[in-house]
């Protein structure tokens, strides 16, 4: 780390300032504001699922809260309304967040979107393929949605074809 261009001390040119809180706009922000938010999660009472690690679940009595991670937006649901407008001017307090309102749709391709992320700062010419494919995928299914009702069943199940896999390793 070097000191910016213009900026630099001529008594003490080695010498950078400890930041007490990631700047928005660095490479680390993105992971420091995922830190906070999972820290204050945790002590909020939530569980981090071990299988998707952006998804937490607050059991609290009989009511459950679930809030969902998608890179810089949170998605929030639950059972109990107040239980969750609670919680969500608790989240805008100490987070600086926005509430956007109910969400009205949303589409499925959070895995996918993960995994090119991983590699977003080196991304290889497979990469590139498997993102103009999602954009193709996006541009020609804006008509489609998931819709869930309150008389829906709790359950979900999901499939897939196996022909658009991503990859074994995976």
Not at 25 to 43: C, I, R, S, V
Not at 121 to 145: F, I, N, S
């Amino acid at each position: 780390m070097h000191q910016p261009p213009g900026f630099i001390d001529k008594d003490f040119p080695s010498h950078v300032c400890k930041l007490h809180k990631a700047i928005y706009g660095l490479k680390q922000a993105p992971h420091a504001w995922f830190h906070e938010l999972k820290t204050f999660l945790l002590q909020s009472g939530f569980q981090n699922s071990h299988t998707d690690t952006s998804l937490f679940v607050l059991h609290l009595g009989q009511h459950l809260v679930y809030l969902l991670v998608y890179v810089d937006d949170l998605i929030i649901t639950g059972d109990d309304v107040h239980l969750l407008n609670r919680f969500t001017n608790l989240l805008a307090h100490r987070l600086s967040l926005k509430d956007l309102g109910q969400l009205s749709y949303f589409l499925d391709i959070a895995y996918i979107v993960n995994k090119l992320s991983q590699f977003m700062h080196q991304p290889t010419t497979e990469h590139w393929v498997l993102a103009k494919r999602l954009l193709r995928y996006l541009c020609g299914t804006t008509d489609l949605g998931l819709q869930l009702h309150c008389d829906s069943p709790s359950s979900l199940h999901a499939f897939s074809d196996a022909l658009h896999a991503y990859s074994d390793a995976d």
